[in-house]
Every structure is written in C-alpha cells, then in structure tokens.
C-alpha cells in the first residue's frame, strides 16, 4: 500500500469567490487498498464521492457521503460477504490545517483523496458479521472457535453441517458435490 499514490485534486477557486453558495461534488474514486482488521474496500474498487463544497471565509466546508462496498470476512463463521458502508462528511479544508482536524487548502485546490480515506476507514466495521445473528461456525467442526448463541439448533443449515461427518471413502451426500466431480469428468 503506497498510501500517497492518489490525489484528486479540485478547484475550489469558484466556491471562495461566493462565500455560502453551494457547489456539488460528486466524483468516483478508486483507490489503494482501505482495510481495517476483517473488513476492506479492496483496490481499484469503486468509490462514490457525494459532496457539498461551500465557503466560509478563507475556508471550504465539505459536507455529504462517501460510499463504498467492504469485502468482509465473518468474525464468527468466517465466511467472506460484501457489505455497503457508508460514511457522512462534515469537513473543513483551509489554508493553515489543523493536523488530524481540517484539510489543506493550497492554490484554490483540495485534494479530497485524504478526507476520503479517512472516512471510508472510519466506516468499516470493526467486526464484521455476515448477519446479526449469525450462528458461526459448526461447534462440532471447530470446537475450539465456537459460540454456542441461543436457537441454533432452529437454523436448518447448522444442523445440516454437525450431522455425522462424511466419510472420505464414501460417495458425496451434496448432489453440489457430484456436479463438481462430473465437472472433472469432463476435462
Ligand atoms: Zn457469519
């Protein structure tokens, strides 16, 4: 991850010259990787920036949404899912920024690579979940992982997964499983 390989860069020289006249903003983005823990907006994926630039004074107040989609892994079974995250912007950009506060302002430009960034990390979940109640993985399989939540025995994929394991030696009980051998067939 280079971190400073983007910039888009946008004038903002109309915006100042008319202080509270508001000016869309909307523009794509697609950038390094953005990740946190489980959860990422992988590189070169879409992101959708939805902005209101107005002035205050030598400053640029930038309010909307950044949007994305995070590739997730499941904290509790693992399994890999696509969740939309958004984030709201309330940000100021001016000439002498404040470190970790306000954007800079530089010859009537803002480079919105920064802010976006930020909030798209501030919007990844920080334990992912596939679903909110998400039974995890089979206690049976991995014993050591397992959360026991109430009314798992209810959901018919869980019970499915912790009958008696498959043999290796035996035919496939998943017809899915019989099409991928068919497939290999076929090669
Ligand atoms: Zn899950």
């Given at each position: 991850m280079t971190g400073q390989r983007e910039s888009i860069l946008i004038s903002v020289a109309q915006v100042l010259r008319r202080a509270g006249v508001q000016h869309p903003l909307q523009r794509s983005a697609w950038l390094d990787e953005l990740r946190v823990g489980d959860a990422a907006v992988p590189a070169d994926s879409e992101i959708v920036i939805d902005l209101v630039l107005e002035a205050t004074g030598t400053a640029v107040v930038a309010t909307g949404t950044v949007r994305a989609v995070a590739s997730c892994n499941c904290r509790r079974c693992l399994e890999p899912f696509d969740q939309p995250v958004e984030a709201t912007i309330r940000e100021i950009f001016e000439p002498r920024p404040t470190e970790g506060e306000t954007y800079p302002l530089v010859s009537e430009h803002i480079d919105v690579v920064p802010l976006v960034r930020d909030a798209v990390l501030l919007s990844l979940?920080?334990?992912?979940?596939?679903?909110?109640?998400?039974?995890?993985?089979?206690p049976e399989r991995f014993p050591a992982m397992a959360e026991v939540p109430e009314?798992?025995?209810?959901d018919p994929e869980v019970g499915r997964e912790t009958e008696a394991q498959p043999d290796?030696?035996?035919?496939?009980?998943d017809p899915r499983w019989a099409a991928l051998d068919q497939l290999q067939l076929d090669r």
């Open positions: 979940p920080l334990a992912p979940l596939c679903r909110a109640d998400c039974p995890g993985p089979a009314g798992e025995a209810a290796r030696n035996e035919p496939p009980r």
